[in-house]
């Protein structure tokens, strides 16, 4: 028996997500959100199977390895001389959020993590962003895409919601690295998300990406000084699907460099 909280996959696609089931309708119809990449999608129950733990442990360690590998490659030997920029992190789901908020803190990088569901972003983001003052804004969750018109934005189930949220922003702050945006989650209308105002987004080529993929773009913006371009090939390369899963514009990076 399928029930909300489960880790499963789907038969017709041959298990490739494992996911976790939020939601079961009374048609049968399971609500999932993927464990590790940041997909949301329907099944019927019956194509479902509850995998091993053996699987999702893997699935978990691989992660920690991303985390223990930026860890250990930005490092700076003064800490005292370098102010990194300061990240507010809005996303759908709190334990990818709560994963990236861990990557953050091994980077010495003060963050701000708020759990908000995709829909009601556009409507509350505004206040954080006038109160917090970032340096980056990431906007995230969970998407998808239907396969039919690819330049229609109702064929994503979540990409209009992001959008909505970066144009609230840029309407008050409309200088493109005032905050820096970083947009976007799988499948998601990379086009539409970049016209809105975001800095980076996903994902050029509708594939799916990880769930730290948002949070290593701004760890890069947050270790690139001020006064220098962030390298976008750079920051996407370190990423899950590269430049199939993230894409920006020319930005220049958040970190101060104090001379005393």
């Known amino acids: 028996m399928i029930t909300i909280g489960d880790m499963v996959g789907r038969k017709s696609y041959d298990y490739d997500v494992i996911f976790e089931v939020i939601e079961i309708d009374e048609e049968g119809i399971a609500t999932l959100v993927g464990k590790t990449i940041r997909l949301i999608a329907d099944a019927p129950i019956e194509d479902l199977v509850i995998l091993d733990d053996e699987r999702v442990e893997r699935e978990e360690e691989k992660e920690d390895a991303v985390i223990e590998k930026m860890a250990n490659q930005v490092v700076k030997k003064n800490r005292k001389k370098y102010l ?11 334990k990818y959020m709560r994963k990236c908020l861990n990557l953050y803190e091994k980077m010495n990088i003060y963050a701000v993590g708020i759990e908000i569901k995709e829909k009601e972003i556009p409507e509350k ?31 994503y189930r979540n990409s209009k919601y992001f959008i909505k949220a970066i144009q609230k922003i840029r309407q008050h702050y409309p200088v493109s690295n005032q905050p820096i945006i970083i947009a976007g989650a799988c499948q998601s209308h990379f086009e539409a998300l970049i016209a809105a105002g975001a800095n ?18 701004a760890v890069k913006c947050c270790s690139t000084s001020t006064t220098e371009i962030v390298k976008v090939y750079d920051a996407i390369e370190r990423t899950s699907n590269k430049s199939e899963g993230m894409g920006g514009i020319v930005s220049f990076g958040t970190m101060k460099i104090l001379y005393y």
């Open 84 to 94: 990194m920029g300061k990240i507010l992190h809005i996303d759908g789901d709190g």
């Open 200 to 217: 980076f987004a996903s994902s050029p080529n509708r594939v799916n990406i990880q769930s730290l993929d948002p949070a290593i773009i």
């Open 125 to 155: 983001i505004l206040d954080y962003v006038q109160y917090l003052t970032p340096d980056i804004v990431i906007i995230t969750g969970h998407d998808s895409y239907n396969k039919n018109e690819i330049e229609d934005v109702d064929n």
